[in-house]
């Protein structure tokens, strides 16, 4: 038996117009990085024995890391579509959403609908992705829905849905 795995489904490829910015940004800023860390890995390779050299060592995992990162965004960049117009009804809720949502226990919970690349759960910023995303597109206030996770299944009632422009 192998240990072949299935990829993972490939991210939806919408985002912010804020996150397409962020991204572009740090692609800029990590250019700028792998210029040091280049210099500082030259500085490191010319102190001789490289097979016990930490700081070289060090190094090139570092710009490993950098290039792996480097690919992903010039690779994501050109496929990601942005999305910055409100919805024909926006009363529904779409990509970009902010939504409120009201629990089983009374408790409210406010989502903003973004990318996969730009998700921050700290923010309540969750992927257009993410099972209680796909459970909210396309409902309006006062709609109930089911959202189902390993685990558990809740359900929430929908109190208020925004479209607004900013980050």
């Not at 800023?29 to 010319?46: D, E, F, Y």
């Not at 050109?78 to 409120?100: C, H, M, W």
């Not at 990318?115 to 459970?135: H, T």
Request: charged share 30%; with cysteine.
């Amino acid at each position: 038996m192998g240990r072949y795995r299935e990829p993972p489904a490939k991210a939806s490829p919408y985002i912010t117009r804020a996150g397409f910015i962020a991204l572009q940004q740090e692609l800029d800023a990590i250019w700028k990085r792998r210029a040091g860390v280049t210099r500082a890995l030259s500085a490191a390779a010319a102190e001789g024995d490289r097979s016990e050299n930490a700081e070289y060592i060090y190094r090139k995992k570092e710009l490993r890391e950098i290039d792996r990162r480097i690919r992903y965004l010039q690779t994501r960049l050109p496929e990601l579509k942005v999305v910055d117009t409100t919805p024909a009804n926006p009363r529904q809720i779409y990509f970009g959403a902010r939504v409120s949502v009201e629990d089983e226990h009374g408790a409210t919970h406010c989502y903003r609908i973004v990318g996969a690349d730009e998700l921050e759960p700290a923010k309540g910023w969750i992927s257009v992705d993410s099972p209680m995303a796909r459970a909210l597109l396309k409902k309006s206030v006062d709609d109930e829905v089911t959202v189902q996770s390993a685990e558990t299944v809740r359900c929430y009632l929908i109190t208020q849905v925004q479209y607004r422009n900013e980050a």
